[in-house]
């Protein structure tokens, strides 16, 4: 069975940093790429970033491009997410997905995880 | 970018009856279309793929239809699990996710 369980989230103030993890079972996980996806409180999807499976490609939404450093561990079936330079807008549930792909190219998303929320506030 | 957008934004619908939801794409993605099932507290979960393909585990009684520009996602006979926000997403182009704004499926 896929699973995919986030972690990391809470409360940081504005200009802060925070460090997503997804810890990833019952797959390949190096096989796949993963992308990240957030929802802001009461508003609808937003793609931020996505990584391929060797993690080799790294792709971003252009609202966290230098902000945003996506990365894998496939030793340790983890994806990642740094964020830094918080904003307010920055607030959000935060998932990870899984893609039936080994490269970053646009395709829908098979398995989410639960989400982890993340509030930037001062 | 294409600009995906969704009607109604609400749907009220009694139980047993059918739901019909509408997306549509600002040009076309062909039949690079996914529909996603969003319960509150809880993630998004896939239900259809290639516009019309249910995903794994999903009932028949969801389907998915059209290619373009216009999409369609049909209840045919509503559930009670079923009330939730639907989200079409579009795969033809960059970048890798882009979502409608979703149509919430409320009890009538």
């Known amino acids: 069975e896929v699973q995919l369980v986030e972690s990391g989230g809470g409360l940081v103030q504005p200009g802060g940093s925070l460090r997503l993890s997804c810890a990833a079972s019952?797959?390949?996980?190096?096989?796949?790429?993963m992308s990240w996806v957030r929802q802001a409180p009461g508003k609808g999807l937003e793609w931020v970033s996505a990584i391929s499976g060797s993690g080799g490609s790294t792709y971003y939404a252009d609202s966290v491009k230098g902000r945003f450093t996506i990365s894998r561990d496939n030793s340790k079936n983890t994806l990642y997410l740094q964020m830094n330079s918080l904003r307010a807008e920055d607030t959000a549930v935060y998932y990870c997905?899984?893609?039936?792909?080994?490269?970053?190219?646009?395709?829908?998303?098979?398995?989410w995880g639960q989400g982890t929320l993340v509030t930037v506030s001062s | 970018e294409i600009v995906m957008t969704q009607s109604p934004a609400t749907l009220s619908v009694s139980p047993g009856e059918r739901a019909t939801l509408s997306c549509r794409a600002s040009?076309?993605?062909?039949?690079?279309l996914a529909w996603y099932q969003q319960k509150p507290g809880q993630a998004p979960r896939l239900l259809i793929y290639?516009?019309?393909t249910r995903a794994t585990g999903i009932p028949a009684r969801f389907s998915g239809s059209g290619s373009g520009t216009e999409f369609t996602l049909t209840i045919s006979s509503l559930q009670s699990e079923d009330f939730a926000v639907y989200y079409c997403?579009?795969?033809?182009?960059?970048?890798?996710?882009?979502f409608g704004p979703g149509t919430k499926v409320d009890i009538k």
């Open positions: 997905a899984k893609v039936l792909l080994t490269t970053v190219v646009p395709y829908y998303f098979d398995y």
């Open positions: 019952g797959f390949t996980f190096s096989s796949y790429a």
């Open positions: 290639g516009a019309s």
């Open positions: 040009q076309s993605v062909s039949s690079n």
């Open positions: 997403q579009q795969y033809n182009n960059w970048p890798p996710g882009v």
